[in-house]
């Protein structure tokens, strides 16, 4: 009897270490694979930190460019409205000028020469408005399409 309760708590004993060495390898197996999920989260957050450092760099970026943009586009219109005071005055002056004499002609021709070249400045002046606006709304719609750093979708 007592041979058999030696053999049973042998037995017992052996099927507690098996159950010992199955508990220790599952173990081992779950962290291996739970250290492997840490290393790709831990890329991952340091892949999106170098995209909001990126996003924020660009943000800045683009913010300065508006500025520029925005105060290039003030100096533009004060010289338009510098060259057409001069425009108006010199239309002025066509006007009186018309009815002067032979000599005054030449000054005449000489104004509408002058005239005109403030004209195509006008125009010029106004078209590279128009594009330097066209350039303020697209850094408008670039900021607004940005996404905002820390909000990751």
Same mark, same amino acid.
């Given at each position: ?7 049973? !708590?042998?037995?017992?004993?052996? $099927?507690? *270490? ?7 390898? $599952?173990?081992?197996?779950? $962290? /291996? ?13 340091? @892949? ?13 970026? !683009?913010? *300065? ?11 533009? &219109? *004060? ?5 057409? /005071? ?9 006007? @009186?000028?018309?009815?002067? %004499? ?7 021709n000489a104004l509408n020469a002058h005239k005109?070249?403030? &004209?195509?400045?006008?125009? @010029?002046? &106004?078209? %590279?408005?128009? #594009?330097? @606006?066209? #350039? ?5 719609? =670039?900021?607004? =399409? %940005? +996404?905002? +750093?820390?909000?990751?979708?």
């Amino acid at each position: 009897a007592a041979t058999d309760d030696v053999d049973e !708590l042998r037995e017992g004993f052996l $099927k507690l *270490k098996g159950n010992s060495n199955e508990a220790r390898s $599952k173990w081992k197996q779950d $962290k /291996a694979k739970n250290d492997q999920e840490l290393q790709e989260y831990q890329g991952q957050v340091s @892949e999106l930190r170098n995209d909001r450092e990126r996003l924020e760099k660009n943000v800045k970026q !683009l913010t *300065k460019e508006k500025g520029k943009a925005l105060f290039e586009v003030k100096k533009l &219109e *004060k010289d338009v409205s510098k060259i057409k /005071a001069e425009h108006a005055k010199l239309e002025k002056e066509q006007r @009186e000028g018309q009815d002067k %004499t032979a000599e005054e002609e030449d000054s005449f021709n000489a104004l509408n020469a002058h005239k005109s070249y403030m &004209e195509d400045r006008i125009r @010029e002046l &106004e078209d %590279t408005k128009r #594009s330097l @606006e066209d #350039s303020v709304l697209s850094l408008k719609d =670039t900021l607004s =399409t %940005t +996404p905002l +750093p820390g909000f990751y979708q």
